[in-house]
C-alpha cells in the first residue's frame, strides 16, 4: 500500500473526542451483547497475560541481579601471569660457552643454539664438573637452565660424566 493513495480523512473519526466516549459506552453494554463464556475466556486469556507479565517481570530483575553479582566476581578474579619460556639467543649462548671453556679447561663444553654439553674424561673432575653446572645455572639474567640428559659413573660409554643443559629465558605475559 502506497502512502500517497492511503485515505487519511478516514482516520479522523478515531481521532474524534467523540470516539473515547463511543468506546466506553461499547465496553458498558459488552457484558449484554456478549454471552458469558466469551467474556470468561477474555477474563482468563488477560490473567494469563498479566500472570506471564509478572513472571517476566520477576525473572529479568533475578537475571539482572545474577549479572551485577558476575560482573562483581570477574572484577574481584586477579589477573594471572603466565610463565613462558623462550629461547637465548645462540650468540648469547655461544660467548658464555667461550667463557665456561677458559674457567673450565679440564672439561668439554661445546654449546650450539640454546643447548650446553659439559663432558668430563674421568670421574676424579668431578668437582670442576659440579662447578660449571652451577656456572651455568648461574649463567644468564632470567635464565631457566633445564636438565635435558645427565650421565655419570660406568654407565656412561664414552665420557664417565656427561651433561646435556637446555638454556631458556622466562618472559612473563
Not at 46 to 55: E, H, T
Request: hydrophobic share 40%.
Amino acid at each position: 500500500m502506497k502512502l500517497k493513495k492511503f485515505n487519511w480523512q478516514s482516520l479522523k473519526r478515531y481521532m474524534d473526542p467523540k470516539a473515547v466516549d463511543d468506546m466506553n459506552i461499547f465496553l458498558e453494554k459488552l457484558p449484554q451483547n456478549t454471552n458469558k463464556t466469551l467474556l470468561i475466556i477474555t477474563g482468563v486469556v488477560w490473567v494469563s497475560a498479566a500472570g506471564l507479565g509478572l513472571f517476566t517481570t520477576v525473572k529479568i530483575q533475578e537475571f539482572s541481579e545474577l549479572s551485577s553479582q558476575r560482573e562483581e566476581s570477574a572484577a574481584l578474579v586477579p589477573s594471572v601471569p603466565q610463565i613462558k619460556d623462550k629461547a637465548v639467543s645462540p650468540q648469547e649462548v655461544a660467548s658464555f660457552v667461550e667463557e665456561l671453556q677458559e674457567t673450565y679447561k679440564g672439561l668439554e663444553i661445546k654449546g650450539n643454539s640454546s643447548n650446553i654439553v659439559i663432558r668430563a674424561k674421568s670421574t676424579a673432575q668431578f668437582g670442576e664438573f659440579r662447578e660449571a653446572i652451577g656456572h651455568v645455572q648461574n649463567g644468564g639474567s632470567g635464565w631457566r637452565v633445564n636438565v635435558d640428559k645427565l650421565c655419570i659413573g660406568k654407565e656412561c660409554k664414552q665420557f664417565p660424566l656427561a651433561v646435556a643443559l637446555k638454556i631458556n629465558r622466562i618472559s612473563v605475559d
